[in-house]
């Protein structure tokens, strides 16, 4: 499984051939994964300060939540929010380079993508077009040799991605 997760880290801004469901969920798994260790801390510290508040008045939830927040009161969980976004930014080219390979396994074009983020900036179409595109994304690929490759669960082609 951690070689599934790694694999896009790998191929890191390789936006030609196929990927499989596995290499493109295991890696949304480890993304999951890591920022619930790495902003866990920044929630918790939000909380803290939020339960420690003297009074908080109906409607001031937001100004009670920040009030008198320090970071360097906090900072472990300002380490791991520095750490979250290194993170972020590490893995956002890989990030979009395995959805581009699971769409050409699908045989549709990696533009589909940018067509996904542009439509979901619109309020009620954009929540259906991104469970449209999840619905994609949990679809198998095609079986046999598309446009964009070789099929990525032949037997000849895992060898030559764990070979």
Do not use: C
């Not at 801004?13 to 949304?28: D, K, V």
């Not at 956002?92 to 581009?100: E, K, M, N």
């Amino acid at each position: 499984m951690l070689e599934w997760m790694l694999m896009p880290l790998r191929r890191y801004a390789e936006f030609s051939g196929r990927s499989r469901r596995r290499e493109y969920w295991s890696f949304m798994l480890l993304n999951v994964m890591v920022s619930a260790v790495l902003i866990g801390p920044i929630y918790g510290a939000l909380i803290s300060n939020l339960m420690t508040t003297a009074s908080v008045e109906p409607g001031s939830f937001d100004a009670a939540a920040t009030a008198g927040f320090q970071w360097s009161d906090h900072p472990i969980a300002a380490g791991m929010g520095v750490l979250g976004v290194l993170w972020s930014l590490f893995t956002f080219v890989p990030g979009i380079a395995v959805t581009v390979r699971r769409l050409h396994d699908r045989d549709m074009s990696g533009w589909w993508y940018l067509g996904m983020v542009v439509a979901s900036m619109i309020p009620l179409i954009g929540f259906i077009v991104a469970l449209g595109f999840l619905v994609v994304m949990f679809l198998e690929g095609t079986k046999g040799p598309n446009r964009f490759g070789a099929d990525p669960k032949s037997a000849q082609n895992a060898h030559e991605v764990f070979g």
